[in-house]
């Protein structure tokens, strides 16, 4: 059984112009010790879902869902009490900017303790052993010393490993991470996402990670979830979304990165024309047909998820049409 | 047919080939950074000494006429303040900016306005949210008093156009555009003035992918329209390789490495520079996180370590690395600098 089961979930926010559909059923699971990425452009939902994951949505927001089951718990009917015993203890988060997610008027000791205390899971040497052997293991040097430090002494990398230290601290089954080395330096960044692929092996810590950056998800995720205006477009095993993207957004994520070796250098990129569209009010038909080279009168329409080989999705008309045939030997089996 | 596929017909003439540097030296290049320095001081009081911090330390770079010149290193290195040196908004310590042979020194920031002007990271930020575009875009040139106000407001439509920009979003305000129209009012508004210069500080780094693709082919199709000289700060190394004739690292505020993109790309010579390439993730999958084999240790600007300033994170560090800094010196090919002891 997956560790998260996520079927048709939806979250509506009432703007001044009406209803905001930021996310608009979707569907996804997470398995234990699996690194599921959520890719996505700014606005398509990804954010909205991971805080819903999290019980932290803006009051006004309200969220719907066929189901949302945390291993046999479902987190629809969860009162905050039960909701705020799993947070922190059972799903942990990594927020993207370590600056702002970490109290600049606590101590690191203080912060990295406070989950561990508030869940009793021992007492405060225990805590405090914890944190050390934590901060240890990301790597931080003198890590006994750092306790005592306030957030602002400490480099972006640093308060990032801080702050995959501090949710790994209750060891959580689930640990939610979105866009947490966007605000890095790219060696930094290749530093840790190393680290927390060998640290979610290690413990056996199930990841959805959240990123807009397609490079990223290559290289860490097992499997891919994109997003696009509030829904899942397309979905599979990183390995097979790569070799046969099969939604044209997708496709046109994939084109528009210069590719060193492949584009020529100073030539025009391909871009993807227009914008996102709104999501207040009602969204009918495909929502990616006003920027899709292959948009037809049947994208009016909402386009079902269609299956793939390779247990791989795509909401497109014409998704199976467009994906390679499947040799035989693979369908027999 | 718009302005702006007017200028990407193919008609338009092709950028012109990398300058080989016996053709620079009869032309004075754009700009020349000539041992630029700025030191800050921190603390110290009344009649106590503050330490220096030196965020940019002896900088020299020639950027040729029409040439794209990157610029990377890790945020703190001291890329933004020399590009605040250059735009006139931080006085160097040390050294002189060279604008076609002309030293900027005394000049004013007017002056200086005319020739280099900026385009910024976050268009959320770098627009005032309370003045309509036509505003933001026309204020350079009401400043300098350039043409009647009819005048203006042709040239800031003529302007818009050219960046793709709806005549409409003359009258909006930045709210109402997205982060990628915003975006090209930053452009716009930087190109107003016909400057010779462009700083260019991480102008896609705030945009999502598909935005970003569009803004960068209008900063090549600009380059190339007006013969722009561009200085290209980023992180993103596929942006670099795709968009760079030239590209220099930075290292805790001097130049470790520069050359050419095929030398640079093709065969880093500094260690700095090789975890910097290793680093970057092509949407390869299967390859995993690579192991970029630098040490933790990070640099503290304000007490940079003897010898050579990388050797705490350079796994090839030997003792003479930890005594002697290693000068950007010339190596091989002509045009080529790094500063290391086994490059």
């Given at each position: 059984m997956s560790l998260l089961e996520v079927k048709d979930l939806r979250v509506d926010l009432p703007v001044e112009?009406?209803?905001?559909?930021?996310?608009?059923?979707?569907?996804?699971?997470?398995?234990?010790?699996?690194?599921?990425?959520?890719?996505?452009?700014?606005?398509?939902?990804?954010?909205?879902?991971?805080?819903?994951?999290?019980?932290?949505?803006?009051?006004?927001a309200r969220l719907t869902a066929g189901r949302l089951d945390f291993d046999g718990t479902d987190l629809t009917a969860a009162s905050e009490r039960q909701r705020s015993h799993l947070r922190g203890r059972r799903i942990a988060m990594i927020f993207q900017e370590p600056m702002t997610a970490l109290n600049p008027a606590y101590t690191l000791g203080n912060q990295l303790c406070e989950a561990y205390l508030r869940h009793k899971l021992g007492n405060r040497r225990a805590a405090r052993a914890r944190a050390i052997h934590l901060l240890e293991r990301v790597g931080i040097s003198a890590a006994a010393e750092r306790l005592n430090q306030y957030p602002h002494q400490l480099s972006g990398g640093l308060r990032q490993r801080v702050m995959i230290a501090m949710a790994l601290m209750c060891e959580p089954d689930l640990i939610i991470a979105d866009e947490p080395t966007t605000a890095l330096d790219v060696t930094i960044q290749a530093q840790i996402l190393r680290l927390l692929r060998e640290l979610q092996q290690e413990?056996?810590?199930?990841?959805?990670?959240?990123?807009?950056?397609?490079?990223?998800?290559?290289?860490?995720?097992?499997?891919?979830?994109?997003?696009?205006?509030?829904?899942?477009?397309?979905?599979?095993?990183?390995?097979?979304?790569?070799?046969?993207?099969?939604?044209?957004?997708?496709?046109?994520?994939?084109?528009?990165?210069?590719?060193?070796?492949?584009?020529?250098?100073?030539?025009?990129?391909?871009?993807?024309?227009?914008?996102?569209?709104?999501?207040?009010?009602?969204?009918?038909?495909?929502?990616?047909?006003?920027?899709?080279?292959?948009?037809?009168?049947?994208?009016?329409?909402?386009?079902?998820?269609?299956?793939?080989?390779?247990?791989?999705?795509?909401?497109?008309?014409?998704?199976?049409?467009?994906?390679?045939?499947?040799?035989?030997?693979?369908?027999?089996? | 047919m718009s302005a702006l596929s007017r200028i990407v017909s193919p008609a338009a003439s092709p950028s012109p080939p990398?300058?080989?540097?016996?053709?620079?030296?009869?032309?004075?290049?754009?700009?020349?950074?000539?041992?630029?320095?700025?030191?800050?001081?921190?603390?110290?009081?009344?009649?106590?000494?503050?330490?220096?911090?030196?965020?940019?330390n002896e900088v020299s770079?020639?950027?040729?006429?029409?040439?794209?010149?990157?610029?990377?290193?890790?945020?703190?290195?001291?890329?933004?303040?020399l590009a605040k040196m250059l735009l006139g908004l931080t006085t160097p310590t040390d050294g002189d900016v060279l604008v076609d042979g002309k030293p900027l020194r005394g000049a004013d920031q007017k002056a200086l306005a005319r020739h280099i002007q900026p385009i910024f990271q976050d268009p959320y930020s770098s627009l005032n949210p309370r003045k309509r575009i036509e505003q933001?875009?026309?204020?350079?040139?009401?400043?300098?008093?350039?043409?009647?106000?009819?005048?203006?407001?042709?040239?800031?439509?003529?302007?818009?156009?050219?960046?793709?920009?709806?005549?409409?979003?003359?009258?909006?305000?930045?709210?109402?555009?997205?982060?990628?129209?915003?975006?090209?009012?930053?452009?716009?508004?930087?190109?107003?003035?016909?400057?010779?210069?462009?700083?260019?500080?991480?102008?896609t780094s705030a945009l999502d992918v598909s935005v970003q693709a569009q803004i960068l082919n209008l900063l090549l199709?600009?380059?190339?329209?007006?013969?722009?000289?561009?200085?290209?700060?980023?992180?993103?190394?596929?942006?670099?390789?795709?968009?760079?004739?030239?590209?220099?690292?930075?290292?805790?505020?001097?130049?470790?490495?520069?050359?050419?993109?095929?030398?640079?790309?093709?065969?880093p010579r500094h260690p700095y520079t090789q975890a910097l390439l290793a680093s970057a993730l092509t949407p390869e999958p299967g390859l995993g996180v690579p192991d970029i084999g630098l040490n933790d240790a990070m640099p503290d600007p304000s007490n940079p370590p003897p010898g050579c300033p990388f050797h705490p994170r350079c796994p090839k560090a030997e003792a003479t690395c930890l005594e002697t800094r290693p000068r950007l010196e010339d190596v091989g090919t002509p045009g080529s600098r790094v500063a290391c002891h086994f490059a």
């Open positions: 112009a009406g209803m905001l559909h930021a996310v608009r059923g979707i569907d996804f699971s997470v398995d234990r010790g699996e690194m599921l990425c959520l890719v996505g452009e700014s606005g398509c939902g990804k954010s909205m879902t991971s805080l819903a994951l999290m019980g932290l949505l803006p009051r006004r413990f056996g810590t199930a990841v959805i990670f959240i990123t807009h950056d397609l490079g990223v998800v290559a290289r860490i995720a097992d499997r891919v979830a994109v997003m696009y205006a509030g829904e899942v477009i397309e979905a599979a095993p990183t390995a097979a979304l790569y070799a046969n993207p099969s939604h044209p957004y997708t496709r046109g994520l994939l084109s528009c990165i210069p590719a060193p070796g492949k584009t020529p250098p100073g030539s025009r990129l391909q871009a993807i024309p227009g914008v996102v569209p709104s999501l207040v009010g009602h969204v009918e038909g495909c929502a990616f047909r006003n920027r899709c080279p292959q948009a037809q009168m049947t994208c009016e329409q909402t386009p079902p998820m269609q299956a793939l080989p390779d247990d791989h999705r795509a909401r497109c008309h014409f998704a199976d049409r467009l994906a390679p045939a499947v040799p035989q030997a693979e369908m027999s089996s | 990398s300058a080989p540097p016996e053709a620079t030296n009869r032309q004075p290049p754009a700009l020349e950074l000539c041992g630029l320095s700025k030191h800050f001081t921190l603390g110290g009081g009344l009649f106590k000494r503050g330490r220096t911090l030196g965020a940019v770079l020639r950027i040729p006429r029409g040439q794209v010149m990157g610029l990377v290193g890790e945020s703190g290195c001291g890329k933004s303040t933001i875009v026309g204020l350079p040139l009401a400043i300098h008093g350039l043409g009647s106000p009819r005048e203006r407001s042709t040239r800031v439509a003529d302007m818009l156009d050219l960046v793709g920009l709806p005549k409409r979003a003359a009258q909006q305000t930045p709210g109402q555009l997205s982060g990628g129209q915003r975006q090209r009012v930053a452009i716009a508004r930087a190109l107003i003035m016909r400057p010779g210069i462009v700083i260019c500080d991480e102008p199709d600009l380059k190339r329209e007006f013969g722009l000289t561009y200085l290209f700060i980023s992180h993103d190394l596929a942006v670099v390789e795709h968009l760079v004739d030239r590209l220099a690292v930075m290292y805790l505020g001097r130049i470790v490495e520069e050359g050419t993109r095929e030398q640079i790309f093709g065969n």
